[in-house]
């Protein structure tokens, strides 16, 4: 009877405790993007003792490898993800400059702070800069040597995407890598990850794809979805759309043994008027979702039960980020670490803020496979799955919005927003799976939706132009600090700037107006003369009035 007892009792105990492992990994996996572009935010060593004592975060993401940060998070049992700055890509393919980061930014903190993974900049593909473009593989290369070779070959190398790496990507089921980066660079780069067991980080915005027709689909609301024919799956959610669409593209090419991590998402609390989808509300029903999802085995229809290491953006509000009020206040807490609103990430007892906003989840169906799948399917009355066609007209503008990382690692979201609705949406099949028509802005008043802020005005009378050339200036009324950050962000990308400086020809007039529209025109021309890369947060503008003048030439 005893030996029939003690058995039933170490039973009960390997199953408690594979209850317990079980619960433990799927309540780690919440982390923030920790940013610092705020001239009020708290000091590391508070955000590490916060995080720690009051939240449930477990992990954070940082855009550089701040050594202050570094040592506040020591023996705080605090994942931390720190990235190598775009500019330093090209030259950290040289073994020894990638030996010298390690032994900077790796070897005084590491163990005591549990540095996780390095990220080789951020976003390269979408930068368009080639020369960080065709050195983005090598350099992971190089890094991971460098980093083996020091004795850390448990901490991960990967580099973080935006969904311009996929086309095709509505529905889901049709998505694949972009044509041209597929072989030279996204294959060469899995196969990286895989032999090194690291993950593919994709920075997932349905943000960026809010319209007012589709806004339940973006926010994990109920809606009817989106229907794909090939899987017979409907969408309730575009997060989930984005995701299986990076699934697809992955396993089109045999890469989808790969795991997953969401390295950026989130939802600003609020905007400038004509900014609709920014609220407290929506961001606690998407972040609050999004929160769920990294702890909770949901997943995806092509992925179910699925728990996706998660970061989102960001951590506080930071009143010193360039462009509108929506890009001061994607923070999940206020700088007196204040919570914007309740995402269910406070430890027991703790105080939570009120804000109002309702997390809610889609029923879960199943597909004719009988796989599981978020849906609330809608059926007409013969019994058919109805679904929306998301589809916009040219009479809802859409732009193109993208977030960059300057040489020093700092992120800056840039982004137009769509006429009259609020957020921008921009090449939004990048970021959501859904087609939009999109037309180009050539005014001031209707590129990037500020209409009517701040009067026009120009370095000299201009002249006409024909056909359909463009240059690109900064608007009138933006602010010095919002110029200053311009020009540093541009000269800092390899534009050349000495014509703005003391003895260039654009010197004079010798005013942050006109030097930062030549600069901001220089980047226009030098990326691609896309509408997108004369956003610069809501600051440039396209226009068809030659602002040349004296010597000074604009391209």
């Known amino acids: 009877m005893s030996t029939t007892r003690s058995k039933t009792t170490l039973l009960l105990l390997l199953l408690f405790a594979t209850v317990f ?297 930071e009143n010193l980020k360039p462009g509108s009020t929506s890009e001061k206040n994607f923070g999940l807490f206020k700088p007196d670490f204040t919570p914007v609103y309740d995402i269910g990430i406070m430890k027991t007892g703790q105080q939570q803020d009120s804000g109002e906003g309702n997390m809610t989840e889609t029923n879960e169906n199943k597909d004719v496979s009988g796989n599981t799948t978020q849906t609330n399917e809608n059926k007409d009355v013969k019994g058919n799955n109805t679904q929306t066609n998301e589809n916009k007209d040219v009479t809802e503008k859409k732009t193109q919005t993208h977030e960059n990382t300057d040489v020093t690692g700092n992120t800056t979201r840039t982004k137009e927003n769509k006429e009259n609705t609020g957020v921008s949406v921009t090449r939004a099949h990048e970021y959501t799976g859904v087609s939009v028509n999109q037309t180009k802005e050539d005014t001031p008043s209707s590129g990037g939706g500020r209409q009517g802020r701040g009067r026009r005005s120009t370095p000299g009378t201009g002249t006409p132009t024909t056909g359909d050339k463009k240059w690109c200036v900064a608007k009138g009324g933006t602010s010095n600090q919002a110029l200053q950050a311009n020009i540093d962000y541009v000269c800092s990308q390899g534009v050349d700037c000495k014509p703005i400086q003391a003895g260039g020809a654009c010197y004079d007039p010798n005013n942050l107006w006109s030097h930062a529209s030549f600069v901001m025109n220089s980047y226009y021309n030098n990326y691609g003369r896309h509408d997108s890369n004369c956003d610069f947060s809501q600051s440039g503008y396209l226009t068809t009035t030659n602002p040349s003048h004296g010597n000074c030439n604009f391209m």
Not at 70 to 98: E, K
């Open 21 to 317: 492992l079980h619960l433990a990994a799927t309540t780690s996996a919440i982390g923030v993007n920790y940013g610092t572009l705020g001239d009020n935010l708290p000091p590391p060593a508070k955000v590490a003792e916060f995080l720690q004592t009051k939240t449930t975060i477990d992990r954070i993401k940082l855009f550089d490898a701040n050594p202050e940060i570094l040592r506040a998070f020591a023996n705080t049992n605090i994942s931390v993800t720190v990235t190598v700055g775009n500019g330093d890509i090209p030259g950290i393919v040289q073994a020894s400059t990638a030996q010298k980061w390690v032994a900077d930014n790796i070897a005084p903190y590491y163990p005591e702070t549990k540095i996780i993974r390095v990220t080789v900049g951020n976003e390269i593909l979408k930068s368009a800069v080639k020369d960080w473009i065709v050195n983005l593989v090598p350099a992971m290369k190089s890094l991971h040597k460098a980093l083996v070779n020091a004795g850390f070959k448990d901490i991960q190398v990967s580099t973080p995407h935006t969904l311009s790496l996929v086309e095709h990507s509505e529905p889901p089921s049709a998505a694949r890598f972009r044509v041209g980066y597929d072989k030279q660079i996204i294959v060469p780069m899995l196969q990286f990850l895989r032999e090194t067991k690291s993950p593919l980080m994709i920075n997932p915005y349905p943000y960026f794809g809010w319209a007012p027709s589709i806004s339940d689909y973006a926010l994990f609301k109920p809606n009817k979805g989106i229907y794909d024919e090939t899987t017979k799956i409907t969408y309730m959610s575009m997060f989930d759309a984005i995701m299986d669409a990076v699934y697809t593209s992955m396993k089109a090419i045999d890469y989808d043994d790969i795991e997953i991590v969401i390295a950026e998402t989130g939802w600003s609390s609020a905007g400038d008027p004509e900014e609709a989808a920014c609220s407290v509300e929506n961001a606690k029903a998407f972040n609050g979702n999004v929160a769920r999802r990294a702890t909770e085995s949901i997943g995806t229809p092509l992925m179910p039960k699925k728990i996706f290491e998660t970061y989102i953006f960001a951590l506080f509000n």
